[in-house]
């Protein structure tokens, strides 16, 4: 009986060690790839939290975390901007702005795209994905991670010049 007790321990501290160092390579590229797709840190640590706990709980069932995480965090991302917006479009109803959104120009630009653009031209430029990379991360086709990316950067100079 001692036996067993014994493996159970150094199997989840094995789990525990190797997740950690998972989380310690991940945390603070995803919570800046998800700040950069939602325009706020705290808006980013949760989804990033939320997502990472999701992958603890499924850690020991997953091949590979780190695409898992990035589809995660991605909907996590995606799930937030749409009640943000659908949130944002009812504010403007009720009152004028309120000045809650995010001073620098680049989270105004990035936050008027539509979120396949912006996540196109996050994981473009900021993580360095290739198109295949951003369509498998977004679940699209690849033809059409050009595009997106094309009308974002032409929309993007438009509204920063």
Same mark, same amino acid.
């Given at each position: 009986?001692?036996?067993?007790?014994?493996?159970?321990?150094?199997?989840?501290?094995?789990?525990?060690?190797?997740?950690? *160092?998972?989380?310690?390579?991940?945390?603070? !590229?995803?919570?800046?790839?998800? /700040?950069? #797709?939602? %325009?706020?840190? =705290?808006?980013?640590?949760?989804?990033?939290?939320?997502?990472?706990?999701?992958?603890?709980? *499924?850690?020991?069932?997953?091949?590979?975390? !780190?695409?898992?995480?990035?589809? /995660?965090? #991605?909907? %996590?991302?995606? =799930?937030?901007?749409?009640?943000?917006a659908r949130d944002r479009k009812a504010n403007r109803k009720l009152?004028?702005?309120d000045g809650a959104e995010p001073a620098d120009p680049l989270f105004?630009?990035?936050?008027?795209?539509?979120?396949?653009?912006?996540?196109?031209?996050?994981?473009?430029?900021?993580?360095?994905?290739?198109?295949?990379?951003?369509?498998?991360?977004?679940?699209?086709?690849?033809?059409?991670?050009?595009?997106?990316?094309?009308?974002?950067?032409?929309?993007?100079?438009?509204?920063?010049?």
């Open positions: 009986m001692d036996g067993a007790d014994d493996d159970r321990p150094s199997v989840v501290g094995s789990i525990d060690v190797d997740f950690t *160092r998972f989380y310690e390579r991940e945390h603070a !590229g995803q919570v800046r790839r998800a /700040a950069l #797709l939602l %325009g706020s840190d =705290d808006a980013a640590n949760d989804v990033v939290h939320d997502a990472l706990t999701a992958v603890y709980q *499924r850690w020991s069932s997953i091949d590979d975390p !780190g695409p898992y995480l990035n589809r /995660a965090v #991605l909907n %996590g991302c995606r =799930d937030l901007g749409r009640r943000a009152h004028s702005s105004d630009v990035l936050a008027g795209l539509p979120f396949n653009q912006r996540a196109a031209v996050v994981l473009r430029f900021y993580v360095g994905m290739t198109e295949r990379e951003i369509a498998v991360a977004l679940g699209a086709s690849p033809g059409s991670v050009g595009p997106w990316i094309n009308r974002a950067l032409a929309k993007m100079r438009k509204e920063l010049s």
